[in-house]
């Protein structure tokens, strides 16, 4: 008998079409895939730089303002120093734009790249489709350097747009000497950003293959957090010094291109050790068996706080942790502030051209009282932070569907209302505790500095009513419209409100565009100035969003 | 006996895309109703129009009497389901999603519980995430069959498991039926469906191609019929008879697919010298097959030499 063995044909040929959409190669795909974390994280590291610079030019237009403002970062306590960059020429634009948010940038990226890259092999070996593509003609170490191939360049692209955004802001704003940023100074700083991601992703590229992408996000967050503290508190607590140059942060820490101060050497540092993650990493790929992770073991959650008695239990169960992190990092923040609030009030009562610039853009606060100080320093960050933390809570109750949970849970008598309400009430459990801890922080922070605190903790209600509404258009858009937009939908009404509310008395928009802000209507909540419309609102737009949530729901299709 | 499914002209579109067209289906108090289609045919579509998980585009259907659109509570209440691919929560044990589930529907025999985790030999203890495939299709079938539903919605059941446990499944739903609880399950197992259903339904791109008795099914089928001759193969004469289709002659051997009796094909054979004749009842998978025109004239011919 013989066998006859038919030539095996050509691969089809892929159309340019598909090419360009992502489907001619694992690169592609991956550019694909990555494509909106990309436009969203290049994009609001860019817009915030050029609104940023634009305020600046624009409310310090002059030397005694910036001298002012010079004056003020130097008065800064150490304590607080550690939240910002260096204070190396802050009274240029890009000076301060690297001071304010020179060391806070890098932890964004660096989160964006390690959830990326700690999943792009990981998280496919968990679903099974890398054994599919692991049983194709292409190597596995190929696949891993395709893959990562395909996150370095939305980077790389991501950091393009920084670059420009810097670039532009840097040529179109200056109004005193010293102002410009030169293409090379902006290329120099995104270069940075970026290799800071890359830095970060490369840890956790490495670790996945041995512990998981669970383990190897949080081992890879850790560091980079540890190092930006390190870096950053090295001068208020000493002892941390010797230990600061054991991360990037501190490795770049004299790398201030849009300051005008450069140090080349420490990226190539940089750019040396994620080389090295990145080869471990596709190593580890080729040759450790598929999917087979070391289990790093965690003490069991008792089953009485599991929630498994009933839908709103079960949805705080698992918001809770989310809510817990939000709250922490929120409450550290308003420690940290209300700790320093002495040490402000003081410098603020000396700069009498600065408290006038200050009330050009916050009209009616009064920033010599710790209310008004941290109605200055904490609220606009706490409503940003509070409205992203809902955006994430909102996540969280949405993955019932999108994870396609809910086609289970909706076959027992679990009514659609009663579920998305059980995730409201899970929600807002979570937001109580996200402010709750906030106001601790506050509390301790501000015990040592003394003042009244009972009027700045109650203060932080309205970061969680805030909070609520956002949760609120995120139930709305979820219920009527499809529950994965939630999240992305609160997110961006989040940002765009910020923009809107910083921008608009910045640039001198028309009164009616700052209204549209929510934030704008808020009050002063921090001194006990509360604006009723603005809490109405919030609780029309969380309990409406809600029901306008449930009643889309029931009308609509679950996905599958 | 009473009906527990109506379907009466269901209708699902996704936009321009078919679900499933115009379909009129009735299954019966106390028995076992297999849903056959290839993928894609709409079998998911159907079970998940019946939840009221997909709102129908017109026509309507009823589970119990209730209208699916109306009271989807009320009757959620009394089924159990098992969708095809599922997810639950990866950080609870296979035991906490048992028992969640159980608290959402109250009312549960723990001890038919604690019978179904033991003979579906599942460990209740290990994290969902860390259960292998069958592991956690056992897991959706104990949360689906736990209350003792009055009627069993089940997509696929058996994938996934091994052949130990489909035994058991099948047990399990033997006794269930033995109970007088509805069954209404998808598959592409054929055989399955013969093991465990009274009446099978085939879907053909999202219409209802046939509904019968799974023995009338079979009955109504074709015979695949192999004659070899010594010599020359008559392939004209045969191909002229009544019912004979798909004739093909090869190598001294005809086959043939034969649509009701065979006795013309018997006569015919007479007048020639033939070696061997092989007649054989289709399976169920044949049937299937033969409905979509999947290579139905060349099955597997086991003769009886």
Not at chain 2, 118 to 130: G, H, N, T
């Amino acid at each position: 008998m013989t066998a006859h063995v038919e030539p095996i044909a050509p691969a089809p040929r892929i159309s340019a079409w598909s090419r360009i959409y992502g489907f001619g190669s694992i690169f592609g795909k991956t550019l694909r895939d990555s494509r909106r974390a990309a436009i969203v994280t290049g994009g609001i590291i860019g817009l915030i730089l050029l609104a940023v610079m634009a305020g600046v030019a624009s409310q310090f237009g002059t030397i005694e303002a910036r001298q002012e403002i010079k004056a003020l970062v130097e008065a800064v306590p150490p304590i607080l120093q550690g939240l910002a960059g260096k204070p190396v020429n802050v009274e240029t634009l890009g000076g301060y734009a690297s001071y304010k948010y020179g060391a806070f940038f890098p932890l964004v990226t660096g989160l964006w790249s390690i959830l990326a890259l700690s999943g792009t092999l990981a998280a496919e070996t968990r679903r099974g489709s890398m054994d599919i593509l692991a049983a194709g003609t292409r190597p596995r170490r190929r696949i891993a350097i395709e893959k990562l191939a395909g996150h370095v360049t939305v980077v790389v692209l991501a950091m393009a747009f920084v670059a420009l955004m810097t670039a532009i802001a840097g040529s179109a704003f200056p109004v005193l000497p010293g102002d410009e940023v030169s293409p090379v100074a902006a290329v120099a700083y995104a270069g940075w950003l970026g290799l800071m991601a890359l830095v970060a992703g490369a840890v956790a590229f490495a670790l996945a293959p041995f512990l998981g992408r669970g383990a190897a996000v949080g081992i890879a967050g850790s560091v980079m957090f540890a190092s930006f503290i390190l870096n950053g508190y090295q001068l208020a607590i000493p002892e941390l010094a010797p230990f600061a140059n054991l991360g990037w942060f501190g490795w770049t820490s004299d790398h201030l291109p849009l300051a005008g101060q450069y140090d080349w050497p420490s990226l190539g540092v940089v750019a040396i050790v994620a080389l090295g993650g990145f080869v471990i990493g596709i190593e580890a790929f080729a040759r450790r068996d598929l999917g087979v992770t070391s289990t790093i073991r965690t003490p069991a959650i008792p089953t009485s706080l599991r929630g498994i008695g009933g839908p709103v239990g079960r949805a705080t169960s698992e918001l809770l942790p989310t809510g817990l992190s939000w709250g922490i990092g929120l409450g550290l923040f308003g420690l940290v502030l209300a700790s320093s609030t002495g040490s402000f009030i003081e410098q603020f009562s000396k700069s009498t051209q600065l408290l006038q610039a200050l009330e050009g853009v916050f009209p009616d606060v009064d920033f010599l009282s710790t209310g008004g100080f941290l109605q200055l320093m904490f609220i606009e960050f706490g409503l940003i932070l509070s409205g992203l933390a809902a955006a994430t809570l909102v996540g969280v109750w949405a993955s019932d569907e999108t994870s396609g949970r809910l086609e289970m849970l909706l076959a027992t008598p679990l009514a659609r209302a009663r579920w998305l309400v059980s995730g409201a009430v899970g929600v807002l459990v979570a937001i109580a505790v996200v402010v709750g801890l906030a106001a601790v922080g506050i509390a301790v922070g501000g015990g040592t500095a003394g003042g009244d605190l009972a009027t700045p903790m109650l203060g932080t209600t309205a970061l969680g009513l805030y909070a609520a509404a956002m949760a609120g258009i995120g139930f709305a858009v979820g219920g009527v419209v499809r529950s994965g937009l939630a999240a992305p939908a609160v997110a961006i009404v989040t940002i765009v409100t910020w923009l809107v509310d910083f921008l608009a008395p910045t640039l001198g928009l028309p009164d009616a565009i700052h209204q549209l802000a929510l934030s704008s209507h808020l009050g002063q909540p921090m001194v006990g100035v509360w604006d009723p419309a603005g809490l109405i609102a919030c609780v029309v737009l969380a309990v409406g969003g809600v029901a306008v949530g449930a009643w889309g729901f029931s009308r609509r299709d679950l996905r599958g | 006996m009473t009906a527990i499914i109506e379907t009466h002209q269901l209708t699902k579109s996704y936009g321009r895309h078919r679900g499933i067209v115009e379909v009129d289906l009735e299954v019966r108090e106390g028995e076992a109703f297999g849903f056959l289609g290839p993928n894609g045919a709409g079998k998911t579509t159907m079970i998940r129009t019946l939840l009221n998980h997909l709102r129908p585009t017109s026509g309507r259907a009823s589970i119990f009497g209730i209208d699916t659109t109306a009271d989807p509570v009320a009757i959620h209440r009394r089924l159990g389901y098992l969708p095809g691919e599922f997810v639950l929560y990866d950080k609870l044990t296979g035991g906490q999603t048992i028992d969640y589930f159980a608290a959402l529907r109250g009312g549960v025999d723990r001890a038919y519980q604690a019978d179904l985790i033991a003979r579906l030999d599942v460990d209740p203890s290990r994290k969902f995430k860390e259960y292998s495939k069958g592991n956690k299709q056992k897991i959706g079938l104990i949360v689906a069959l736990q209350h003792r539903p009055e009627l069993l919605l089940l997509d696929e059941p058996t994938s996934g498991l091994d052949p130990l446990v489909q035994q058991t499944f099948y047990d399990v739903i033997r006794e269930a039926k033995a109970e007088g609880r509805t069954i209404f399950m998808s598959s592409h197992i054929l055989s399955e469906v013969e093991k465990t259903c009274d009446r099978v339904a085939i879907i053909r791109d999202g219409r209802l191609a046939r509904v019968d008795r799974v023995g009338a099914l079979r009955d109504l089928a074709h015979h695949q019929v192999e004659l070899r001759f010594s010599g020359t193969v008559p392939a004209a004469e045969f191909s002229a008879l009544p019912g004979v289709s798909d004739v093909v002659a090869e190598d001294g051997t005809l086959r043939m697919r034969v649509n009701g009796p065979i006795t013309p094909i018997v006569h015919a054979a007479a007048r020639h010298e033939v070696i061997d004749f092989v007649s054989r009842e289709p399976t169920l998978e044949e049937t299937f097959l033969a409905e979509y025109g999947h290579g139905a004239g060349t099955p597997a011919v086991e003769s009886a030499r």
